[in-house]
């Protein structure tokens, strides 16, 4: 029986995503920390040819349910697999990447099988023996570090935490864990799917750049005129061009709601800032945005912030950003996205 059960899903395609692999690597890792050994239990259409993808990884053993029940996502066929999988590898420490999928059923699955669970892992540690984890509370404030005494114990490891497992394919040592799943575990049926254009998306987590936007994007400029139209060209065009993410201050996602015009393309998705997301870039660009600490504070994740205001006496100026540009966005933007091509 191995010591850590790592719980994956393959993805409509049948492969393992980056953050499963990524997973991998944790679980690798922290088997040497404990001096143990661990297995992989893999859910979905092609669980088993998935196996083979990582057959190097060290794992003594893979669990498989591939089942037609767990061809697409559903919380009630995907619970039963994940509980059929910890309770088949009896593992007292089991992990699991933390996707959408694995994040909706995991907690089910921990729950059936009297395991305690914690999510949004971010460093896993073994202190004299003493697995630890860590996670951040409190909208990324405050980090803490916990262990349990319980057992099973399920975690739910974020993405992004350690490079993304890289070897051998093989021949698997493979258990199909056979599960039997009722008519009403499986009434919950996808019929289509709608998602946006590709260029549509302006939320891209793995953007060099986070390009935030504003509300003066949208004030009166110095002609007496509004010139949203404009904004929303530059914008969209500097996010093509540089492959950005967008993000916004709250008082321009705010503005849409209040109906008034405003860029078309920006939602609450895109808010930064303490009520909003502090997501995490290599650097960021703000432009025509203050730069108030409720804002600010969501950028504690990137590493290096420029700003583009007309005021020198904004937030960016007071110490915020490492470089601000005392300039019109609309002018420097036009020129950069001329500079790009
Ligand atoms: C409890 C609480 C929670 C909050 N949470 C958040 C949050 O999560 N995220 C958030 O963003 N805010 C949050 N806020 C609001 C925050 O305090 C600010 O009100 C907001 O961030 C201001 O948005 P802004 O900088 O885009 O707009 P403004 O303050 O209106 O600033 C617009 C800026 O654009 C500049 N500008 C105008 N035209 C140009 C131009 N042509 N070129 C260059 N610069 C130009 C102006 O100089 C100005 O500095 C919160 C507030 C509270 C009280």
């Not at 692999?21 to 040497?32: K, M, N, Q, R, Y």
Request: with cysteine; hydrophobic share 45%; proline share 2%.
């Amino acid at each position: 029986m191995a010591d850590i059960l790592l719980v994956l899903h393959t993805g409509c395609d049948g492969s393992l995503s980056k953050g499963a692999l990524e997973s991998i690597a944790t679980t690798v890792d922290l088997s040497a920390k404990l001096g143990g050994s661990f297995a992989v239990g893999v859910i979905g259409a092609g669980a088993g040819a998935a196996a083979d993808t990582i057959a190097g990884c060290g794992a003594e053993k893979f669990y498989v349910v591939e089942d037609e029940a767990v061809a697409t996502p559903r919380y009630s066929s995907d619970a039963k697999a994940a509980t059929a999988l910890i309770q088949k590898a009896g593992a007292q420490i089991v992990l699991a990447s933390g996707s959408s999928r694995l994040t909706r059923c995991m907690p089910g699955a921990a729950y059936r099988t009297g395991a305690q669970i914690d999510t949004h892992i971010v460093a896993l540690a073994v202190e004299a023996g003493v697995l630890k984890a860590q996670r951040w509370y409190y909208r990324q404030r405050i980090l803490t570090t916990l262990s349990r005494a319980a057992r099973p114990w399920v975690l739910l490891v974020e993405g992004g935490i350690q490079p993304a497992w890289q070897g051998a394919a093989g021949v698997a040592e493979k258990e199909s864990v056979a599960v039997e799943f009722t008519a009403v575990e499986q009434r919950t049926v996808i019929k289509g799917v709608e998602s946006p254009a590709a260029d549509a998306q302006t939320i891209r987590p793995d953007a060099a750049l986070l390009f935030v936007a504003g509300a003066g994007w949208t004030k009166k400029q110095a002609d007496g005129e509004y010139h949203i139209s404009d904004a929303s060209t530059l914008i969209q065009g500097f996010l093509n061009k540089a492959g950005a993410s967008l993000g916004s201050s709250k008082s321009l996602v705010d503005l849409q709601s209040d109906g008034q015009a405003t860029l078309s393309f920006m939602s609450h998705m895109n808010q930064v800032g303490q009520t909003g997301t502090t997501p995490r870039h290599a650097k960021g660009l703000s432009t025509c945005c203050h730069g108030e600490e409720p804002h600010a504070v969501g950028w504690r994740f990137i590493n290096e912030r420029r700003a583009i205001n007309m005021d020198a006496n904004c937030g960016w100026a007071q110490g915020k950003a490492d470089v601000v540009y005392i300039a019109n966005a609309f002018e420097v933007i036009a020129k950069v996205n001329e500079l790009l091509g």
